[in-house]
């Protein structure tokens, strides 16, 4: 079911607060809206919003995902060939340490 719809200042004043990197939980109380709709109106007008995690604010500029990730077969495949690269006698002491790491 669709909400209200945004009125011509009410986009101007949702750019203009993403732009001073209001974080999106702010913006949201400004406006009395969940996180999820005003998230929703940025993604429709190609805003980028501050998230806050943890007392850590990122934007979704600084999330960088490539166009098309590997599959679960691919990455441990990957992840198999770095491990036996790791396990070559001619590493330094420091690489070893890190391949024999618990994870």
């Known amino acids: 079911m669709p ?4 009125s ?3 986009e101007a004043e949702l750019r ?3 732009d001073a990197g ?3 939980n702010i913006i949201a109380s400004k406006f009395g809206m969940s ?3 005003v998230r929703e109106k ?9 998230v806050s995690t943890c007392r850590r604010k990122i934007t979704t500029r600084e999330m960088n995902l490539p166009v098309e990730l590997p599959s679960v077969e ?5 992840l198999a060939g770095a491990l036996e690269a790791a396990a070559e006698p001619d590493l330094d002491q420091v690489a070893l340490k890190l391949s024999e790491a618990p994870f």
């Open 16 to 18: 203009r607060l993403v």
């Open 74 to 78: 691919e990455a441990l495949k990957i």
């Open 8 to 10: 011509a200042e009410g």
């Open 35 to 37: 996180e999820g709709a």
């Open 42 to 50: 940025c993604k429709r007008l190609g805003l980028r919003v501050v």
């Open 3 to 6: 909400g209200k719809p945004w």
């Open 22 to 24: 209001e974080p999106l």
